[in-house]
DNA sequence: TCTGGGGTCCTAGGACCC
DNA sequence: TCTGGGGTCCTAGGACCC
């Protein structure tokens, strides 16, 4: 880590919890600390408590079913498995790693008392996820080093775990340098820093870019985000379009303005299910129909328990060639009841052709509103109405 | 015995309106 | 009477992220 002579400009910290999930199971189970560990899938495969006291672990040789890998622990990585890896894959090149479930409920109490210690440090973050935030630590006394060693110990007092902190002048920046020493590690970035450290690096690293830009850059004859700031913009924006070109020219010398979200809305609330085995419409129309009912009935819920209505329903399926389709309908008047939205999602459904046996089913409550907040008693927009 | 689940944002064509 | 042009909404699909 080298020293920053200056403070940045504007100066942002990115905090990322190492392997967050594997993390929180071992502060559970210590005893699995150092071993290979992955977590997925349902209860089914939940450790059991022996009469001793005990406990005795599924391994992931036992797992059966269509799931991913939700994430591993390091010393699993080390053999070849890594987070998104079907299990069943992940079983035949670590089938001795322990399986634990995803316990998600674990992990949301872990990230809240996170999330609690880095604001105790800087007040305005953007939370991205359940395990990293940005923290705007301009206005922070202190070197960009201190603060980071800050951020790392209160974290690690708050939940006894590990992070990995970049500071930058920027959000972009600031992410690639959290990911630059991981894990528990800190990472000063500036904008100086840019040709020697960051353009030597893949493409793919830039967080943005994923598989698809990534193949047809490499396609193109790019491999280095280096390669792609000596690219004339003109250039990348005929072959990646307006925005997306632009951006990535940006993107490739470090140059990003975008501010922290420190507050949003959620846009949609979804579920969605695969079966264990693909579904036919006919043969199989009892299960599918209460597998969508109960998809309704929980969107249903959701939008309840947060306090939300929608105006727009959607439906997904997956084939059993993995071919996805979607319908959605925005409504006359919105929604929270189950009964309304299986009705309203049940429309969508018979505008898609069921000849495939049917892999996924998903239902989406989307164009939401607070609950109690329509539109329509907007004095403002009534007033426009008259218009 | 490939390929989860929950999100966000963007694009693009057509409808519709002024 | 030969083809406007901008704006917004609706819908479907897709890229990407954690």
């Known amino acids: 880590m080298q020293d920053v002579p200056a403070r940045f400009p504007r100066c942002i910290a990115h905090i990322d919890m190492d392997a967050f ?24 495969h939940a450790p059991r408590r022996q009469t001793d006291g005990t406990w005795v672990f599924s391994r992931l040789r036992d797992y059966v079913g269509r799931g991913v890998l939700t994430t591993a622990t390091y010393e699993a990585r080390a053999l070849g498995v890594h987070s998104g890896m ?10 001795d790693a322990v399986l634990l479930p995803v316990h998600f409920e674990l992990y949301r109490r872990y990230s809240q008392r996170f999330k609690d210690a880095v604001r105790s440090v800087s007040p305005v973050i953007e939370d ?6 940005y923290a705007d630590v301009s206005a922070v006394a202190g070197s960009a080093e201190a603060i980071a060693r800050r951020l790392k110990a209160a974290v690690a007092e708050a939940t006894g775990l590990t992070c990995s902190v970049g500071v930058a002048p920027n959000k972009l920046l600031a992410k690639f340098a959290s990911d630059m020493d991981k894990p528990d590690g800190v990472t000063l970035l500036a904008l100086d820093d840019v040709p020697l450290r960051v353009w030597p690096m893949p493409a793919r690293k830039i967080n943005g870019i994923g598989p698809k830009a990534n193949a047809k850059l490499a396609a193109l004859g790019i491999a280095t985000i280096g390669e792609i700031a000596a690219c004339d913009p003109a250039w990348l924006v005929a072959h990646f379009g307006r925005s997306y070109g632009g951006w990535l020219h940006r993107a490739s010398r470090g140059v990003d ?9 959620p846009v949609s609330m979804s579920r969605e299910t695969t079966f264990e085995r693909d ?21 249903a819920a959701d939008l309840q328990r947060k306090g939300y209505q929608c105006r727009r329903i959607g439906i997904k399926l997956r084939f059993d060639d993995f071919t ?3 319908r959605d309908r925005t409504l006359d008047a919105a929604l929270v009841d189950a009964r309304a939205l299986r009705r309203a999602a049940g429309e969508c459904l018979k505008r898609v052709d069921l000849a495939r046996p049917i892999r996924l089913l998903g239902v989406k409550a989307g164009a939401l509103q607070r609950a109690g907040c329509a539109p ?11 218009d």
């Open 86 to 95: 079907p299990a069943m894959k992940a079983a035949r090149l670590a089938p």
């Open 128 to 133: 991205i996820g359940i395990d990293e935030v």
């Open 279 to 299: 579904l036919h419409a006919v043969r199989d129309r009892d299960a599918l129909r209460c597998a969508f009912t109960q998809l309704c009935v929980q969107v």
């Open 257 to 265: 303005e975008r501010p922290l979200v420190t507050h949003s809305e």
């Open 21 to 44: 999930f594997a993390s929180c199971e071992l502060s559970r189970y210590p005893e699995l600390r150092g071993r290979p560990m992955v977590v997925a899938g349902r209860d089914t």
């Open 324 to 326: 996805t389709v979607t």
């Open 376 to 386: 329509d008693d907007d004095p403002l927009q009534f007033a426009l109405g008259f």
